[in-house]
């Protein structure tokens, strides 16, 4: 087991190059399997989450060799097993090789899902999907067993706009009999990325990134390149930090667009921001204005940067407010920061922040991904040491974030205990 200990009070300058997205990475691995050829994807992280999607491939037998940022994946000798709570329970999206094997076998067999304790996370979403594609879902001793005869295409409408069931009904569908309609599908530049690299193999997919996604079946799909788009929730934790404590902090390699909401919110309190093609440069600014925020889904406020963006409100002068819609348990950092400092009460999904506060170093908990960036970030700013533990839900989805901090000025390092 890992902890972080960050001394705080540093600013820090000069280059954070963003990785590749770590939502995309870990549909586009399973995604993989559906080729009858060898497929490449570069620009993937080295997050915890990515290595897990590997031991599945290898546990399926499926041949895969990591080099750097690129995975060559080559699936002719699948074999379709069930993928048991070791690896299901250890990481959520695990089951997009629920889609992909259905997809390509007609039949996938998998104990439920684990991830962040943030709240009620059902995939019934995907399930009704997967049946109204032709298949049968029964749940049998934790475990869901999907089987169908045959996939055929279908006019299916999410009744909420979610990643997963978006992705993983895709996924399904790529090579059923005739054309599969997904209504209100969700927009996330993620599901784009995915979609991409399906027809980048020989899928026929169309309108990925609006509420309305057509798949046309077809029978096979080829070798193909692919590279993963820049992980927009990462940069958007750096640009966060860099608004904190940050001195011209340049964080290279991203798509600005798909950060907006983001950058709007920092323009209205007062960040200094310096917005390019392909990066932003952030400074601290002396007097933050306070703000409300409510997160949704894309392209609204994303969820995934509540966390560390309320560090940032507890900087502002005024009231602020957050207030979280889509998952019930995104507040989970909150008690830490108050313990270092923070003035916040949390009432009915909304946050109530009156700044700005001293925060001063103390001992917590990263109790999820996000939480643990905003726990970072605020051992950034404050007076002493910080001390965080339970950090292997932080090494899930920031790549080399040790050096990456490390590299700019910040005073972070990482023990075993």
């Known amino acids: 087991m890992k902890l972080l ?11 954070i190059r963003i990785s590749g997205a770590k939502n995309s990475s870990v549909a586009l691995i399973p995604a993989a399997i559906l080729s009858d050829e060898e497929v490449t994807i570069c620009n993937v992280p080295e997050i915890s989450d990515t290595d897990t999607l590997c031991e599945i491939l290898d546990y399926l037998n499926v041949e895969n060799k990591r080099a ?17 709570e070791n690896y299901s329970k250890k990481l959520r999206a695990s089951y997009y090789f629920m889609g992909a094997l259905l997809g390509k076998y007609k039949k996938a067999v998998m104990h439920f899902p684990g991830g962040c304790s943030i709240g009620a996370r059902p995939i019934d ?22 089987e169908a005869e045959e996939l055929k295409g279908a006019n299916i409408y999410l009744d909420i706009a979610s990643v997963g069931a978006t992705i993983n009904i895709m996924l399904a569908a790529v090579r059923a009999k005739g054309t599969t309609v997904i209504d209100n599908a969700a927009k996330e530049p ?45 940069a958007g934790t750096y640009i966060l930090i860099g608004a904190l404590c940050g001195n011209q ?17 920092l323009e209205e309190i007062g960040t200094e921001l310096e917005i390019g093609a392909d990066y932003v440069i952030v400074s601290k600014s002396d007097r933050y204005k306070s703000t409300n925020i409510k997160t949704a ?32 348990n995104r507040f989970m950092h909150v008690p830490y920061l108050i313990q270092m400092g923070a003035d916040i009460t949390v009432k009915n999904q909304t946050a109530t922040i009156i700044g700005p506060t001293a925060l001063t170093g103390s001992e917590v908990v990263a109790t999820d991904l996000r939480a643990g960036a905003a726990l970072v970030a605020a051992a950034l700013i404050a007076d002493g040491k910080t001390r965080i533990t339970n950090i292997e839900h932080i090494l899930r989805g920031y790549e080399n974030i040790v050096e990456k901090l490390t590299s700019v000025g910040a005073k972070i390092e990482s023990h075993e205990i």
């Not at 109204?132 to 049998?140: I, M, S």
């Not at 902090?249 to 919110?265: G, R, T, V």
């Not at 894309?298 to 889509?326: A, H, R, W």
Request: charged share 20%.
């Open 190 to 234: 993620e599901i784009v990325n995915v979609a991409t690299f399906l027809n980048n193999m020989g899928a026929k997919i169309t309108g990925a990134g609006t509420s309305t996604i057509k798949i046309t079946g077809v029978d096979t799909l080829h070798k193909c390149f692919h590279e993963v788009i820049p992980d927009r929730i990462e």
């Open 125 to 146: 979403l995907h399930l009704k999907g997967f049946e109204a594609l032709g298949a049968k879902v029964t749940n049998e001793k934790n475990k869901y067993i999907v």
């Open 249 to 265: 902090l340049k964080i290279d390699n991203i798509i600005p667009e798909h950060i907006d909401s983001l950058l709007s919110k």
């Open 297 to 328: 889904v894309y392209p609204g406020f994303p969820t995934d940067l509540q966390q560390p963006f309320t560090v940032l409100l507890t900087q502002c002068n005024g009231k602020s407010k957050v207030m979280e819609t889509i998952w019930e």
């Open 5 to 15: 200990e960050i001394t705080g009070g540093n600013t820090l300058s000069g280059t």
């Open 68 to 84: 750097s940022e690129s995975i060559v994946i080559n699936p002719n000798n699948l074999e379709n097993k069930e993928i048991g």
